[in-house]
């Protein structure tokens, strides 16, 4: 169980640890460009996005969805907590000095490509043949052709 909420923990350090580097880009070097610092932020989501991605894609080759599901839909939303509440202390500012809507935009991107990065990941596993289901009923397509057929004696 601990080890559960330590890999857990974990990735949520490392998603705003993206955050933190985006910011800290925005800040030394396009601090008075709206433009490029909105370009940062769309790359910082992508980022996130690709490495749920990833982190799924891996996962799913080993345990089902129920058990990685979860510990990865708690780490996003760590993730989103941190950066959403932290993260804006690093760039100088509040987490609402910009207007609720600004708040929630970034409630809604980080959501969006959190989801769509862990479907991403999943539907290619899938798609490759390498999830935890297809693997398992692989192995039981195998186990079945291989045993010799059983004679029934009269």
Request: glycine content about 12%.
């Amino acid at each position: 169980m601990r080890q559960r909420w330590v890999s857990i923990a974990l990735l949520a350090a490392g998603l705003f640890a993206i955050n933190v580097i985006a910011r800290l880009v925005i800040r030394i070097g396009f601090n008075d460009n709206e433009t490029a610092q909105n370009r940062v932020s769309i790359v910082m989501f992508a980022v996130i996005g690709v490495v749920l991605a990833i982190i799924t894609f891996v996962r799913a080759q080993r345990v089902p969805p129920s058990s990685w599901l979860p510990e990865l839909g708690a780490a996003a939303i760590g993730g989103m907590l941190l950066t959403i509440l932290v993260g804006p202390f690093v760039s100088g500012d509040g987490p609402f000095s910009g207007g609720a809507g600004n708040f929630f935009s970034q409630v809604w991107l980080y959501g969006g490509f959190a989801i769509v990065g862990t479907l991403l990941g999943y539907w290619i596993a899938t798609m490759l043949g390498r999830d935890y289901r297809s693997k398992s009923l692989a192995a039981f397509a195998r186990a079945k052709t291989s045993k010799p057929r059983r004679v029934v004696r009269r």
